[in-house]
């Protein structure tokens, strides 16, 4: 039974989303606030994130070597070099997405496609999940 109310909702969900019109060029602005107060989060996130203090407490370690000098000092080089290199990766997605970003935002073809895409995908997931053997 929740089987099938699940698969119900992701038809319908679907549906809703191929009967809604196309919005072309939705102020990105209005919809996610102030740019301060996003990035704010956004740092908040990544900081307290524990997958990243994890990963350099298993990662780093393996390429400190108590033969070439002081292991702190090895260790803020490399975590200053892996932020220097994620700061110009970042960047670049930044900017490159700001552009791709604005063109597809204002094209109604895209949006169209993306309507298309996104309901056909809701439906066919509920349909898997409704004629799923498992339970």
């Known amino acids: ?4 109310a699940g698969a119900a909702y992701l038809i319908g969900t679907g549906v809703i989303r191929l009967l809604t ?8 602005a209005a919809q996610f606030g102030d740019a301060r107060k996003v990035y704010r989060g956004a740092v908040m996130v ?12 298993a990662f780093v370690p393996q390429f400190l070597s108590p ?25 670049l997605y930044a900017l490159a997405s700001g552009s ?3 063109r597809l935002r204002t094209s109604r073809r895209f949006a169209e496609i993306r309507r ?3 309901g056909g995908t809701f439906i ?8 799923s053997r498992e339970r």
């Open 1 to 4: 039974a929740i089987k099938l």
């Open 21 to 28: 019109p196309v919005e072309v060029g939705t102020d990105v």
């Open 46 to 57: 990544a900081t307290l994130n524990p997958k990243t203090a994890l990963f350099f407490l």
């Open 67 to 91: 033969d070439r000098g002081s292991m702190a000092i090895q260790g803020v080089l490399l975590g200053s070099m892996f932020v220097a290199i994620a700061l110009v990766s970042d960047s």
């Open 100 to 102: 791709l970003g604005e």
């Open 116 to 118: 298309w895409f996104t």
């Open 124 to 131: 066919s997931l509920g349909l898997a999940a409704a004629f």
